[in-house]
């Protein structure tokens, strides 16, 4: 039986640097008589031939040996563009000490940046997008696993703008504040759903004596800053630097359509940021803060 193709199985065959020149010579086109121009053996040559035909990276065809689909998407994709980006090895590390520096204005860094990656001519693959890293969320189920993940490792503070309800999500939430977190939260949920209303019959009839003192701290603590408005789509910032944002379905604007998410992208995360202020202004604060905070 064929061992099967994995990542680690490719990686591995072309982490040998000579498996690795006879796939380049094979992008190009090599003749099985070729002198390879090394200190291998023809049965060494040979072996490492054999692994890159049995992993579908290369194929004889017209009498010379050639990459095959896979092959080719891989040179270029993959050893092309390292062996690129490494000739601008020192350019990508002033990248990463610039991106620590907090004594350095947000927009200057993204600036600098800029001017850094076309200098180094590696415009056509590199952008800031892959510089914070960042993933597609395509159904609501997933979005629900994105949010989760990284409310896990938000320590200092949230941002949240939502017009969904996932109770495993709220709960995570709510405990974050408990533990510390400052959560600045727009609600956009109809009323009859809004959180004010679930806060509410939690404290009215309480599921069980942890719930209700989680809720009923929650509501007192001046980490919770809760308020109400209209939004058009869900975003959510943690610590200032990873962001989530939805996109609307243009077909139908009250259903989940799309999501992306940075991890590392402070400049971002500051737009969205100012962008919840704005919508803040003009949010109410429901009743139930209102009535518990002024006793």
Same mark, same amino acid.
């Given at each position: +039986?064929?061992?099967?193709v994995?990542?680690?199985?490719?990686?591995?065959?072309?982490?040998?640097?000579?498996?690795?020149?006879? +796939?380049?010579?094979a992008?190009?086109g090599?003749?099985?008589s070729?002198?390879y121009?090394?200190?291998?053996?023809?049965?060494q040559?040979?072996?490492?031939?054999?692994?890159?035909?049995?992993?579908?990276?290369i194929e004889?065809?017209?009498?010379?040996?050639?990459?095959?689909?896979?092959? #080719?998407?891989?040179?270029?994709?993959?050893?092309?563009?390292?062996?690129?980006?490494?000739? $601008?090895?020192?350019?990508?590390?002033?990248?990463?000490?610039l991106? #620590?520096?907090?004594?350095?204005?947000?927009?200057?860094?993204? #600036?600098?940046?800029?001017?850094?990656?076309?200098?180094?001519g590696?415009?056509s693959?590199? $952008?800031?997008?892959h510089?914070?890293g960042? #993933?597609?969320?395509?159904?609501?189920n997933?979005?629900?696993?994105?949010?989760?993940?990284?409310?896990?490792?938000?320590?200092?503070?949230?941002h949240?703008?939502?017009?969904?309800?996932?109770?495993?999500?709220?709960?995570?939430?709510?405990?974050?504040?408990?533990?510390?977190?400052?959560?600045h +939260?727009?609600?956009?949920?109809?009323?009859?759903?809004?959180?004010?209303n679930?806060?509410?019959?939690?404290?009215?009839?309480?599921?069980?004596?942890?719930?209700f003192?989680?809720?009923?701290?929650?509501?007192?603590?001046?980490?919770?800053?809760?308020?109400?408005?209209?939004?058009?789509?869900?975003?959510?910032i943690?610590?200032?630097?990873?962001?989530?944002?939805?996109?609307?379905?243009?077909t $139908?604007?009250?259903?989940?359509?799309?999501?992306?998410?940075?991890?590392?992208?402070?400049?971002?995360?500051?737009?969205?940021?100012s962008?919840? $202020?704005?919508?803040?202004?003009?949010?109410?604060v429901?009743?139930?803060l209102?009535?518990?905070?002024?006793?």
């Amino acid at each position: +039986m064929q061992e099967a193709v994995t990542p680690e199985r490719l990686f591995s065959i072309l982490a040998d640097r000579h498996s690795l020149s006879i +796939m380049k010579l094979a992008y190009s086109g090599l003749k099985p008589s070729a002198n390879y121009g090394t200190k291998l053996s023809k049965k060494q040559f040979y072996v490492r031939l054999a692994r890159l035909r049995d992993a579908g990276l290369i194929e004889k065809r017209d009498g010379f040996y050639r990459t095959t689909t896979l092959g #080719s998407i891989v040179f270029n994709g993959h050893i092309k563009t390292v062996e690129e980006v490494l000739g $601008n090895y020192w350019k990508l590390k002033a990248i990463d000490v610039l991106k #620590s520096r907090q004594d350095f204005p947000l927009s200057q860094k993204e #600036s600098v940046i800029n001017e850094i990656i076309d200098s180094s001519g590696l415009r056509s693959i590199v $952008n800031s997008t892959h510089l914070s890293g960042f #993933s597609v969320i395509k159904d609501y189920n997933h979005l629900v696993i994105e949010v989760t993940k990284l409310l896990e490792i938000a320590q200092k503070e949230v941002h949240l703008a939502t017009r969904y309800h996932d109770p495993h999500f709220a709960k995570l939430l709510y405990k974050k504040v408990a533990d510390g977190v400052t959560l600045h +939260m727009i609600d956009s949920l109809p009323e009859q759903i809004s959180v004010e209303n679930r806060l509410n019959a939690v404290l009215r009839v309480p599921p069980d004596k942890e719930t209700f003192d989680l809720v009923n701290n929650l509501v007192k603590s001046p980490r919770f800053d809760l308020r109400r408005a209209q939004i058009s789509a869900s975003f959510m910032i943690v610590d200032g630097v990873s962001v989530c944002y939805e996109t609307t379905n243009n077909t $139908n604007p009250e259903q989940f359509g799309m999501s992306i998410s940075h991890y590392d992208d402070p400049y971002l995360a500051q737009r969205f940021i100012s962008y919840f $202020n704005l919508i803040a202004k003009d949010a109410t604060v429901p009743k139930l803060l209102q009535t518990i905070r002024n006793k």
